[in-house]
């Protein structure tokens, strides 16, 4: 994105190639083939960025969701059929270059296939999407990483396996979904994620809160500057509460002994896996908590 907007789709991705160019030859066809200039509207809202900085419209970059047709407020916009010739302008790999490099990333994909993990790990999906369909809606725009405002959301790599490549997954040890936000669903141009209003997103389950006892320092009867960060750092209003509270436990101390100790819990049935308590948790390398696939229905 330091480069150019979408890079990875317009310069690397084969399949976002291969997408580009059945785009051009396209028999569905948006019209006009620029933005009115005196509104300007379309261009500013679409989020696949299908216009250049003079308002020309590039068809390789649309993928039909039809916005600009809806919020249309003088009904100029429209999606028609049209005689399948490519638009006017440079051919899809402008240079040599730009071919070589997608070529060579095709190249690349079944090596990096031999490293996939035989059975991969669960991700934390976007607060809202349902892990059915996810991938298979998902187009790997990167609109909702580029939205985040934490920089939680990261692009997979073969963690999730190579169906998982390059999809949106929550790391709460980099940053947190923030409980005040909902722009990934906002700017998801297929409903991957869905739109969901502030209230319904802050009920959206992501996930489910774990402490591991033999990570934790609380478990291990240490306190090596943790002042339970985790339980300030739960978002959840007074009713019904946070999804962390201290209970009377057993736990076996590193050296094998036994003993009760006052220790955080999470209380699955409240957590919604935003995953600011693993983001707060003082350890310098992996949490005591960690967030992992959820308990309870969405």
Not at 77 to 89: C, D, F, K, Q
Not at 101 to 114: D, E, Y
Request: aromatic share 4%.
């Amino acid at each position: 994105e330091t480069l150019e907007r979408r890079f990875w789709c317009r310069n690397l991705c084969p399949l976002g190639a291969l997408l580009g160019l059945i785009g051009r030859f396209s028999l569905a066809r948006r019209r006009p083939a620029a933005s009115c200039p005196n509104c300007g509207q379309c261009a500013a809202r679409c989020r696949m960025h299908a216009f250049d900085e003079r308002g020309k419209f590039h068809a390789e970059s649309c993928v039909l969701c039809m916005e600009c047709v809806a919020e249309c407020e003088k009904g100029i916009v429209r999606i028609g059929l049209t005689s399948p010739r490519p638009l006017a302008g440079p051919p899809v790999f402008e240079s040599r270059r730009r071919f070589l490099a997608a070529a060579s990333v095709s190249i690349a994909l079944p090596v990096l296939v031999r490293w996939a993990p035989a059975s991969p790990a669960p991700a934390l999906r976007p607060p809202g999407a349902d892990p059915a369909d996810f991938l298979d809606r998902c187009t790997r725009c990167g609109l909702c990483i580029r939205a985040c405002p934490t920089g939680g959301l990261r692009p997979a790599l073969l963690e999730q396996g190579v169906a998982g490549l390059f999809a949106p997954a929550l790391v709460p040890r980099i940053g947190h979904c923030d409980y005040d936000c909902n722009a990934c669903g906002t700017v998801c141009p297929t409903d991957a994620i869905p739109r969901l209003s502030l209230e319904a997103k802050r009920r959206a389950v992501i996930g489910t809160a774990r402490f591991d006892p033999d990570h934790c320092v609380q478990y291990l009867g240490r306190e090596d500057g943790c002042e339970g960060q985790c339980m300030a750092a739960c978002p959840l209003p007074a009713d019904p509460g946070i999804a962390i509270e201290y209970q009377t436990r057993t736990v076996r101390l590193p050296d094998g002994v036994q003993t009760q100790l006052d220790v955080p819990v999470v209380l699955a049935e409240r957590c919604i896996g935003c995953g600011r308590c693993e983001r707060s948790c003082p350890l310098p390398a992996a949490a005591g908590v960690r967030v992992g696939p959820r308990q309870r229905p969405a």
